[in-house]
Structure formats: structure tokens, C-alpha cells
């Protein structure tokens, strides 16, 4: 049976808390531990995440899964974005300090589910944007020892805009993105990209994939209308040690939604769980 414990307050980037969530079986054997990073305007609570979560739970593994702690939602309001100040602040640097401060948290002394958790068998799994942050802090920290990227971007520069556009966003401060979901318009500072190119070389994925040894495994849609599949075969060449599951006809959340009203993931998150596993073990 599964134990779940929701909305757990860490202290992130700049002191601002951001909620986890921590799912384990109830037996005190010490599994492997998986964090999950969710991507650009994404959060731990979207869609499939809990289904995905305890479906890893089920075949023994110890899952954590939070919120970025600029990604735009509050302790009380996890799911939509009230805090789009937050948001506006929100940067790679900020998105590694917070994943870097989950990997403390649980390689600390006092943590809490030390009897559910293997400490010394840590994965990470990040979708989109969330899979090019895992995969620079893999390179970076020696905790981590295997990797598996969901949708994964290959390059954040390229995602920047160019010319004119980041002219005028320069000029003005701030640039604004719809989230077709809340229809809400969410805020960029101009230091989102300023922050990039002080740290440029760190955030160069190509240069992390191709500095990490440890196991990658990688997943992309076929199908993937917001980031092309070319991604997936880019950081295949880059890493060294990797292997690619293309998902046929799969688009780039591989058939879920959000809200997901179903007791059960689509048949391609079922793949993907199936395929990770037997990857992690």
C-alpha cells in the first residue's frame, strides 16, 4: 500500500518554500530513490504526476516530486500560479538550487523517511525544460546515478528570443507568455535571460550530457509539436552512455492531460514506467 504525504515545506532558492511530495510503501526496506522535476509552467501536480509516482511506488521505489519555488504557486495553492512576482523572478540558476536543495534534504542525517529511502541510490526523472535541468545537475553532482528524461529540451539558448523580440524585451523589462490553461499572462523579468548568459557555459545541456557517465535513459514523443523529437536524438549522440524509447505517435505530455479524471495512466505513460524500471533496476 502506498503512503503519501503531500505539500511538505522545503526552504528553496532565495528562502522561499516550495511544496513536496514524498510517496513509499509502508515497509521499512530502504529503496531507491527517484526525484521528479516538472518543466516550463509545469508542477508536481499536474495531470499523471501522482498516478506516474505511485505506479514507481508499486514497484518499489522511493518517488519525490515538488514545485520549483519560483514556478508561480504558493504552499496554499500549489496547482494554479497566484504568485506570478514569483514566476517573473524565476530562472535556471534558481531551478538547480532547488533541485540541489532536495538532494541535501534527503542525503541529510535528520531525514525523515531514512527508513523508506536508500540515500545512496538516487535517479532523477525531468520532463521538458525539467529534463534539461536534470541533466546538468547530474553532471554536476555525483549523488545522482542514473537519469531518465521525459520530452527533454536539448538547448536552452535557442529558446531565448532573438533580435528585435529580445530587443524589446530588454527595453521594456518583461515579457509576457498566455498560459492557455488559466489564460493567465505570465511574466518573464529580463533577468531570466541576463542570468542565463552570465552562467551560459553551465547551462549548455550539450556540454552537461557530454560530461556525464552515469546511465541515461531517454524518452521523446514521436509526435512532440512543442519539442521536436530531434531533441531526444541530440542527447542520445551527446551522452555517452544512453539509450532512446521513442514513443510512436506520442505528443509531448504522451497522451495525458490535465485534469486527469482516470484511475489509471494512457497506455504510453504505461510504456514509459515499464521501460524505466526495468532501466533503474
Not at 18 to 36: A, G, N, R, W, Y
Not at 187 to 216: C, L, N, V
Not at 248 to 253: A, L, M, Y
Amino acid at each position: 500500500m502506498t503512503s503519501t504525504k503531500k505539500n511538505i515545506a522545503l526552504a528553496g532558492a532565495c528562502g522561499r518554500q516550495m511544496p513536496l511530495d514524498v510517496f513509499h510503501d509502508s515497509e521499512k526496506t530502504q529503496k531507491p530513490i527517484i526525484i521528479f522535476c516538472h518543466g516550463y509552467k509545469g508542477f508536481k501536480d499536474w495531470g499523471v504526476w501522482d498516478l506516474m509516482a505511485k505506479s514507481f511506488t508499486e514497484k518499489g521505489f522511493f518517488f519525490i516530486k515538488f514545485n520549483f519555488s519560483h514556478n508561480g504557486g504558493t504552499m496554499e495553492d500549489p496547482i494554479d500560479f497566484p504568485d506570478l512576482k514569483a514566476f517573473a523572478f524565476n530562472n535556471y540558476t534558481k531551478e538547480l538550487k532547488d533541485l540541489e536543495i532536495v538532494l541535501d534534504w534527503v542525503s541529510s542525517t535528520d531525514f525523515p523517511y531514512a527508513d523508506y529511502a536508500d540515500t545512496s541510490n538516487i535517479s532523477l526523472i525531468g520532463h521538458s525544460r525539467g529534463g534539461g535541468i536534470v541533466i546538468i545537475k547530474a553532471s554536476e553532482d555525483k549523488r545522482v546515478k542514473k537519469l531518465i528524461t521525459l520530452a527533454a529540451v536539448s538547448d536552452f539558448a535557442s529558446r531565448f528570443p532573438r533580435s528585435s523580440e529580445l530587443e524589446k524585451w530588454k527595453k521594456d523589462g518583461v515579457a509576457y507568455v498566455e498560459n492557455t490553461r488559466t489564460r493567465q499572462q505570465m511574466p518573464h523579468y529580463f533577468q531570466f535571460y541576463e542570468d542565463f548568459k552570465k552562467h551560459e557555459e553551465r547551462f549548455t545541456i550539450s556540454r552537461a550530457a557530454k560530461d556525464s557517465k552515469i546511465p541515461h535513459l531517454i524518452i521523446h514523443g514521436t509526435e512532440d509539436p512543442t519539442v521536436s523529437v530531434e531533441n531526444a536524438k541530440e542527447l542520445q549522440r551527446w551522452s555517452r552512455n544512453s539509450e532512446i524509447l521513442l514513443i510512436e505517435n506520442g505528443n509531448h505530455v504522451f497522451g495525458a492531460s490535465h485534469p486527469w479524471e482516470k484511475e489509471q495512466l494512457p497506455e504510453q505513460f504505461e510504456q514509459i514506467v515499464e521501460k524505466s524500471i526495468h532501466f533503474l533496476n
